[in-house]
């Protein structure tokens, strides 16, 4: 059974500071998402990594992709109060037609 | 983006009843669509992938009798949950997509 952690699960932080999300999975696979979700709502898409050593970056958001780790960071710069939400990775096992979520990081930047 | 419709959003039941969960596709074909439901505060839990023309594919521990799902068309998946008890209200979400993974709004199900 395939396994995505993250850490931390809770993070609050204050305004204008820097912060990594760590998303490891347990099987192999070379495409990870991130997604934002506020409460209530459903999922919003950030990123797509699709190959070991993929690098995208929106904003204040960086994610980053080793497949040979299996590891995926997502890379908060400078943030600010509207970044609170909770984020999600997830992992495509796309040969097996399965899509896992990691546990979820909840984020409260603090102005 | 790609866009998934799902309907209800909100939806209250008597425990007992079943209720039916509809997730389209509007601007991609979805040979493929991921069932999930999420309780307050937490992650979501992959119960099942829906399979365009054939079988859903179950999570363990997931009942398939309770949980029905359909997958008729390219555009149209729906989850039915049978005999609704209170511990079935959830979140539920919906999506597909190919390299990009799409999903709905959600569905509320409350069960009284």
């Known amino acids: 059974e395939l396994k995505v952690e993250q850490n931390p699960l809770f993070l609050s932080m204050q305004e204008g500071k820097n912060y990594t999300i760590y998303c490891n999975y347990s099987t192999t696979s070379d495409r990870l998402y991130w997604y934002r979700q506020d409460p209530g709502k459903s999922l919003e898409s950030l990123f797509v990594?699709?190959?070991?050593?993929a690098v995208k970056q929106e904003g204040r958001l960086m994610a980053s992709l080793d497949t040979k780790a299996r590891l995926s960071t997502l890379h908060i710069t400078a943030a600010v109060h509207d970044l609170s939400a909770t984020y999600f990775c997830?992992?495509?096992?796309?040969?097996?037609?399965?899509?896992?979520f990691g546990s979820g990081t909840k984020l409260n930047v603090k102005p | 983006g790609a866009v998934v419709s799902q309907h209800p959003s909100w939806v209250i039941c008597k425990s007992g009843t079943s209720v039916k969960i509809e997730c389209r596709s509007l601007?991609?074909?979805?040979?493929?669509m991921f069932w999930y439901r999420q309780f307050p505060k937490q992650s979501l839990m992959l119960m099942a992938t829906?399979?365009?023309?054939?079988?859903?594919?179950?999570e363990q521990g997931v009942e398939k009798d309770k949980f029905l799902i359909n997958h008729a068309s390219l555009t149209l998946s729906t989850l039915t949950v049978t005999s609704a008890h209170p511990e079935d209200s959830s979140f539920y979400i919906c999506g597909g997509g190919s390299e990009k993974r799409y999903f709905g709004a959600g569905t509320r199900l409350s069960v009284l």
């Open positions: 997830a992992v495509d096992l796309y040969n097996f037609n399965k899509f896992y």
């Open positions: 829906s399979n365009e023309g054939s079988k859903a594919t179950y």
């Open positions: 990594l699709l190959s070991n050593g």
């Open positions: 601007d991609f074909q979805a040979t493929t």
